[in-house]
């Protein structure tokens, strides 16, 4: 981690014998750029406009201020590094230190992160909050610990998911019969959309603009600004506002490299990205009452759906019962205790 750049600057600093540079501080040398001791990558799936990127930057510079630029944090947003499960593996392995996945995503690791994804589980953002920031997070947290990664405590937002389509509105869960929709590398949503009887395909989101461009898919889920920052309007005519999963992204640091800060450092930069965090989910929060304008105002027509059909339909697929089962009891229980009785 300490980085290349610093070797960089003693290997200058030794071929440079006639100047007496020992001692003098290496700040207003013209030559030699002083370099952060610990540089961290960290990648994210989102374009740079998205809430996520622009308070992460913000942390980015708080955190060198606050080392003294000791510590250098750098983006790679929009999917530079690869994928999402590039960028997971990545994150395990020391590749990068902080990945931001998607609940959803992250379940393909630690399967009960994708509990607060349950269909039509969260009636608004106090249910939310109260729960991740509670005991539903903890619970969530401490099986991410598990895996060898830290999960920074405050989740950031990504929304309520809310569906496009380039055919008919989906009015009613009926509208949902053999719908080709693309969903998140995500086991709970295939299971979630199978079960309302449409043909779901996980591909990562790297790939959705271009998917539903050539129609491999003609539908796709996610919530309001991530539709506007990623330009889906421009290939989707209808959205359906159905909230049927609410979903965040897990601030993670791999385990070993997180571990192997200096205690200081580690209180900066969690304070900081927490902080970021919780800004970040109201920056969302605000979106959603504005968004909406400007996308219909780009063409995309928009039509609410009543969640009673959808529900009644996961129902009787057992959806509820089965997840109630794979996420196990004690899960489950810290959910209803959140947002009440599903099954
Ligand atoms: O892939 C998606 O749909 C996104 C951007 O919402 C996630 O990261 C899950």
Redesign the pocket.
């Known amino acids: 981690m300490t980085s290349l750049t610093r070797r960089t600057v003693l290997r200058t600093l030794a071929a440079t014998p006639a100047i007496p540079l020992i001692g003098m501080p290496l700040i207003g040398m013209p030559h030699i750029a002083r370099a952060a001791e610990i540089e961290l990558k960290y990648g994210n799936?989102?374009p740079l406009s998205h809430p996520l990127n622009v308070r992460a930057a913000e942390a980015a510079e708080q955190i060198k201020a606050k080392t003294n630029g000791r510590v250098e944090i750098k983006i790679f947003p929009n999917n530079q590094l690869g994928g999402?499960t590039d960028m997971l593996s990545q994150v395990r392995n020391g590749g990068i230190t902080f990945f931001t996945?998607?609940a959803?995503?992250i379940a393909t690791l630690v399967p009960v992160a994708a509990i607060n994804a349950v269909g039509f589980a969260f009636a608004d953002y106090d249910q939310v909050w109260k729960a991740m920031d509670g005991a539903l997070g903890a619970h969530v947290r401490a099986a991410i610990a598990k895996v060898n990664l830290f999960a920074f405590e405050k989740m950031w937002d990504?929304g309520f998911?809310q569906m496009t389509t380039s055919g008919k509105p989906i009015e009613t869960a009926k509208d949902m019969a053999g719908l080709k929709i693309r969903v998140?590398v995500s086991p709970l949503s295939i299971a979630m959309f199978k079960a309302l009887e449409a043909a779901p395909a996980s591909l990562?989101?790297s790939e959705?603009y271009s998917s539903l461009q050539t129609r491999i898919v003609d539908a796709q889920e996610?919530?309001l600004p991530?539709i506007q920052v990623a330009k889906l309007y421009e290939v989707q005519k209808n959205c359906a506002v159905s909230n049927h999963i609410w979903?965040g992204?897990w601030f993670i640091a791999n385990g070993r490299a997180w571990n192997a800060l200096p205690a200081d450092v580690k209180t900066i930069v969690s304070d900081a990205i927490n902080e970021a965090g919780v800004k970040q989910r109201a920056d969302i929060k605000g979106l959603n009452e504005t968004v909406q304008a400007d996308l219909q105002s780009k063409g995309l027509a928009f039509n609410k759906t009543n969640p009673d059909s959808f529900r009644a339909k996961l129902r009787e697929a057992g959806f509820y019962k089965d997840w109630q089962a794979r996420f196990g009891d004690e899960a489950w229980g810290l959910l209803e205790g959140a947002v009440g009785k599903l099954a």
Request: proline share 17%.
């Open positions: 799936n989102l999402d996945p998607s959803l995503v990504n998911r998140p990562q989101f959705v996610n919530p991530i979903d992204f």
